[in-house]
Nanobody, 120 residues
Framework: QVQLVESGGGLVQPGGSLTLSCAAS????????MGWYRQAPGKERELVAA???????NYGDSVKGRFTISRDNAKNTMYLQMNSLKPEDTAVYYC??????????????WGQGTQVTVSS
């Protein structure tokens, strides 16, 4: 099976920085788009940032200018560099990958999430 594992979450003070990683493993033919989503208690899951295999990116309005998404296709790994963190960034951050298992099938795969808490 395909597995996505997030890492790098933790507790940081407002204005601090944190880098998240998402590593994909398993019988993967290729990975198309990848993205970071987050969900705070009582709120809907929202897109944080997304990146195509070719490197095109888009960001949620609330994180533009502060977060940077990137990926290493050779490692099947995606990153999220988070700067100038705010308390409202507190959420569980989830990794999503559009995974191609063979030339004819594509599936969305999700990680289990990593907690990011921004608090003084």
């Amino acid at each position: 099976q395909v597995q996505l594992v997030e890492s790098g979450g933790g507790l940081v003070q407002p204005g601090g920085s944190l880098t998240l990683s998402c590593a994909a493993s398993g019988s993967i033919f290729s990975i198309n788009a990848m993205g970071w989503y987050r969900q705070a208690p009582g709120k809907e899951r929202e897109l944080v940032a997304a990146i195509t295999r070719g490197g095109s990116t888009n960001y949620g309005d609330s994180v533009k200018g502060r977060f940077t998404i990137s990926r290493d296709n050779a490692k099947n790994t995606m990153y999220l560099q988070m700067n100038s963190l705010k308390p409202e960034d507190t959420a569980v951050y989830y990794c999503k990958a559009v995974v191609r298992l063979d030339p004819a099938s594509v599936f969305d795969s999700w990680g289990q999430g990593t907690q990011v808490t921004v608090s003084s």
